[in-house]
């Protein structure tokens, strides 16, 4: 007997994979996670590496089918106002497991099943019916297994959150999003400044594949999520006459209204004051980001420039735009390793507003070098997620687990520190 599962997400994954293989012993199964439906991509992103965790665990061989989103938005057109449970999501059942049904055969399975049976908010008698109906024209049997009852819901939250599995709050497309949030919906959908700014879906996603690859080695691993007060940048530029000048934003800046025009009023060592709306202009030597080690309460519209246009700016009217919103927003920390290590390094989740930051790849080829420490309790790791905004990962751990960690890493990586095993500060740990 050949099984082929359809995959969904993981928190569905999680409980009817588990089931699968105690009811079907014998057979050879294969998750297939096709679901082109999922907007944006690194959503989709997410809840396959979260699947792949499941997988991984399980000891079940998963296949990534192709993310045809452009195909499926075409089968829906002109549904797009259906509500949930309605005609669209008929057809995007249909969609996926029709292209689910195709691979069985490819790959040679008897029987075919989907793990969209288990979510509490589909409805298993529209799945059944288009799963058996599919099945008739391909030869194959369809498993229409009803594993939510006797418990089956329960034991599947269980999991989910013993396993702390990503867990979504909306069902995937981008129709059922803007139903379900409105205009909120365009946090989901919009990174603003690229790169793995505090709390964003791509943060997320990067703690996860790191946990995936450390899980992947054998290392324990422990993940919490956070709320913090984030700072987030819509939209910001800086013009003097006709031209614009390079700028950063300083964190926590308020918002403009329209468009500040306005003129020098004092210059008082690097910092140019202007006669309006409290704007300041602060002169560096290298216009780069800077992780905030504390969170000021201090928050007029605040520019960062490069002192060689101080002479242009001092010349000439200057004119400012600048949206941000403040709100409670969650993050993540990830613990790799021991909480009682000897010692304990420290990456930043997230990414400076100039994209700055730690990669995977690094990150991985740490884990790699720094194997036998971790698992012999001398090092572990914390991924700190929010930590350029005062320091939110670090300062959460010390709550949480009453530590820091001994060293953290520098957002600018590639020529400063990574931590090593001459660093200073970890000399004792390696000798
Ligand atoms: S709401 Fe969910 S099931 Fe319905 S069309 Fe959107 S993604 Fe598919």
Not at 82 to 98: A, I, M, N, Q, T
Not at 151 to 167: A, D, P, R, V
Not at 223 to 228: N, V
Not at 410 to 424: C, G, H, T, V
Request: aromatic share 10%; hydrophobic share 35%; glycine share 6%.
């Amino acid at each position: 007997m050949k099984i082929l599962v359809h995959v969904c997400c993981a928190p569905d994954a999680v409980y009817f994979l588990q089931r699968l293989k105690e009811d079907f012993p014998q057979a050879e199964i294969t998750a297939f996670f096709y679901d082109p439906n999922i907007h944006p991509y690194e959503e989709y992103k997410l809840r396959l590496v979260e699947t792949k965790r499941v997988c991984q665990n399980l000891g079940i061989t998963l296949i990534e089918g192709e993310y045809d989103v452009e195909g499926w938005l075409k089968a829906v057109k002109g549904l797009e106002d259906e509500p949930e449970r309605g005609k669209r999501c008929e057809v995007c059942f249909d969609y996926r497991l029709s292209r689910s049904i195709e691979y069985a055969k490819q790959i040679g399975a008897t029987h075919y099943t989907t793990t969209l049976l288990m979510s509490p908010k589909k409805d298993l008698r529209v799945l059944s019916e288009v799963g058996s109906h599919l099945a008739k024209n391909f030869g194959i049997e369809f498993l229409a297994l009803d594993y939510r009852k006797g418990g089956g819901t329960q034991e599947m939250f269980k999991l989910s959150k013993n396993m702390e599995i990503y867990h979504q709050d909306y069902c995937g497309c981008i129709y059922g999003l803007f139903k379900q949030k409105k205009e909120n919906a365009m946090w989901d959908l919009v990174s603003f400044f690229g790169g793995r700014r505090p709390a964003s879906k791509e943060e997320k996603l990067f703690i996860k594949e790191v946990r995936l690859f450390a899980e992947g080695l054998d290392l324990k691993c422990k993940e919490w999520d956070f709320s913090f007060i984030n700072w987030k940048l819509l939209h910001a530029s800086l013009k003097v006459g006709e031209s614009s000048i390079p700028f950063l934003v300083q964190p926590f800046s308020r918002s403009i209204k329209g468009v500040l025009k306005a003129d020098v009023e004092e210059v008082i060592q690097n910092t140019i004051y202007y006669n309006k709306g409290g704007l300041k202009v602060l002169l560096v030597q290298e216009l780069k980001d800077m992780p905030l080690e504390e969170v000021s309460i201090l928050s007029d519209p605040t520019f960062l420039v490069s002192v060689d246009y101080k002479e242009k700016l001092l010349q000439n009217r200057i004119r400012a735009e600048l949206q941000a919103e403040i709100c409670w927003d969650t993050s993540s920390v990830l613990l790799i390793g021991d909480a009682n290590s000897e010692y304990m390094i420290g990456f930043p989740a997230d990414t400076l507003q100039d994209g700055s930051g730690i990669s995977f790849e690094q990150i991985c080829r740490f884990i790699e070098d720094r194997l036998s420490e971790l698992k012999e309790k001398r090092l572990s790791i914390a991924l700190l997620g929010a930590q350029s905004l005062g320091r939110a990962g670090s300062k959460f751990l010390k709550e949480r687990i009453g530590r820091e960690p001994t060293v953290v890493a520098d957002y600018r990586s590639q020529n400063a520190l990574i931590p090593s095993k001459e660093d200073p500060s970890l000399a004792n740990s390696y000798s």
